[in-house]
């Protein structure tokens, strides 16, 4: 895997929280999918890739989700793990201000009008 020398780096499930939280994502920063699962072959790599970088881990507030973020705590200690409420339960499903506000109260810069609940 390949980071383009971005500093911070998110780990999300799938495809669509990528595409999501890219829109909402104002500076640059990499976003990595596990696609619900996670190799240990890749985990390895992945741990040896980023150490360096600041991870976030923002995973769907589910059962699969909190299994993976487990993993993900084993594997980075220092990565700060970001949550999103209970009641959208899937990152792809939460309102674009819910994740903006997320992502903000994590130092990560934001499209302001995502910020807008309207």
Not at 44 to 55: A, F
Not at 66 to 91: G, N, Q, S, T
């Amino acid at each position: 895997m390949r980071i383009l020398g971005y500093d911070k780096v998110i780990i999300v499930e799938g495809t669509t929280d990528k595409r999501k939280v890219k829109t909402i994502v104002k500076e640059p920063i990499e976003i990595i999918c596990t696609n619900g699962t996670i190799s240990a072959t890749l985990l390895d790599e992945w741990v040896d890739t980023l150490y360096d970088k600041d991870v976030y881990v923002l995973v769907d507030a589910d059962d699969a989700g909190e299994k993976l973020r487990k993993k993900l705590k084993r594997e980075f200690p220092r990565a700060e793990h970001l949550y999103i409420d209970k009641m959208y339960r899937e990152v792809a499903s939460a309102p674009e201000f819910h994740l903006a506000a997320v992502l903000i109260a994590a130092n990560i810069e934001v499209h302001t009008q995502y910020l807008d609940r309207g």
